[in-house]
């Protein structure tokens, strides 16, 4: 019998992210999109990346074939079953709302057809599921502004607000409004800072948004006041190793920064930002820098709890996905 993947939560994964070359040729053909590619394998070819932008592109413009509510659910739902093969028990899920609603997907398609998929996440596949809504960067503050009015009759699905997209250039200061109108309606914040961009960014999303959790957050590290700030007041990076790799932030997974940030008594976790790009799914990613970093079992344990520990669940959730995680055997 094959192991037992290590109980976790992933934190930091855009569902737009996960989008296999298959399901994009299947949705392309019933949506009659027509791909600049002629097979899957070409596809696939394509995914290397020179750095965050180059990615980008390619990400943004396969999502042409995301047009139904029916596209939106089987795209979670293709996410789910390989999420569930590795390991997840809770899933907080990042989606694009502006990259749909600027080819024209109005928003309700896409949180509705997220969501119901969503809905069926806890008795199908055995993971509790948050949403996290995600304004781009280099999109302008009214324009952030604008999608979280659309959003607003479909709050109720939504836990949280993020922010992605090409960062250098793109400070958190420009959504202080937007970020302010969501902590008034009771939502949690997140942040990608320190992927690409400057330690100052990590700063400012944590004074100027007041985020809970910095996504990447790698930069941080030349700051020291900074990397004292966050792990005294425990704030959860969370980490994507084989997407720091793809694009170039790291130059080998060997030299990944993640043993020296737990060294520094940061609250790490580890997750798969956007696995269909990056070479593999979340334990994929524990498998990778296990090996890569030598890292020993109990760490690998502490990674797992930081996931629940950095999750938005409640004390009773939280509590038990711990036990689950502290009576895991490792077996190899
Ligand atoms: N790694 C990443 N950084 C910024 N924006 C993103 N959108 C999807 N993946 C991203
Ligand atoms: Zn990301």
């Known amino acids: 019998m094959p ?3 290590l109980p976790k939560a992933e934190l930091h994964l855009h569902i737009e992210g996960t989008l296999e070359p298959e399901l994009a040729f299947a ?27 180059s990615f980008l592109d390619l990400y943004y413009a396969l999502m042409a074939v995301l047009r139904t509510e029916d596209d939106f659910a089987e795209l979670v739902d293709a996410y789910l079953a ?11 899920i990042f989606f694009d709302p502006q990259a749909h609603t600027a080819r024209g997907v109005p928003i309700g398609t896409v949180i509705e057809g997220l969501a119901r998929a969503l809905d069926g ?11 996290i809504m995600c304004f781009l960067r280099d999109e302008s503050g009214q324009s952030a502004l604008e999608t979280f009015e659309a959003a607003r009759p479909h709050l109720h ?22 970020f302010q109108r969501a902590a008034d309606a009771g939502l949690h914040r997140v942040a990608h800072a320190g992927e690409e961009g400057p330690a100052e960014y990590i700063t400012e999303a944590l ?6 959790r910095i996504d990447h957050g790698l930069r941080c590290l030349e700051d020291p006041a900074l990397v004292e700030r966050l792990a005294r007041d425990r704030v959860p990076l969370t980490v994507c190793p084989l997407s720091n790799v793809r694009l170039r932030c790291v130059d080998r997974l060997a030299d990944h920064p993640l043993p020296a940030m737990l060294a520094a008594g940061l609250l790490v976790t580890v997750n798969s930002d956007d696995p269909s790009y990056f070479g593999g799914y979340v334990d994929d990613n524990f498998t990778a820098i296990r090996e890569a970093l030598r890292l020993d079992d109990e760490t690998l344990r502490m990674l ?11 004390d009773r959730a939280r509590h038990d996905y711990l036990a689950e995680v502290a009576s895991h055997t490792f077996a190899r």
């Open 82 to 92: 390989r999420a569930a093969a590795q390991g997840v028990r809770h899933a907080e």
């Open 207 to 212: 004074d100027v948004l007041g985020v809970e």
């Open 121 to 131: 996440s806890e008795t199908r596949y055995g993971i509790s599921t948050r949403l």
């Open 157 to 178: 699905r939504i836990c949280g607000v993020g922010l992605d997209s090409a960062e250098v250039g793109n400070p958190p200061s420009k959504f202080r409004e937007v």
């Open 27 to 53: 949705l392309a053909e019933r949506n009659g999109v027509t791909l600049p590619y002629a097979t899957t394998e070409e596809l696939r070819r394509a995914y290397s990346f020179k750095d965050l932008q």
């Open 3 to 5: 192991a037992k993947p």
């Open 304 to 314: 797992a709890a930081n996931s629940f520990r950095a999750a938005f669940l409640d």
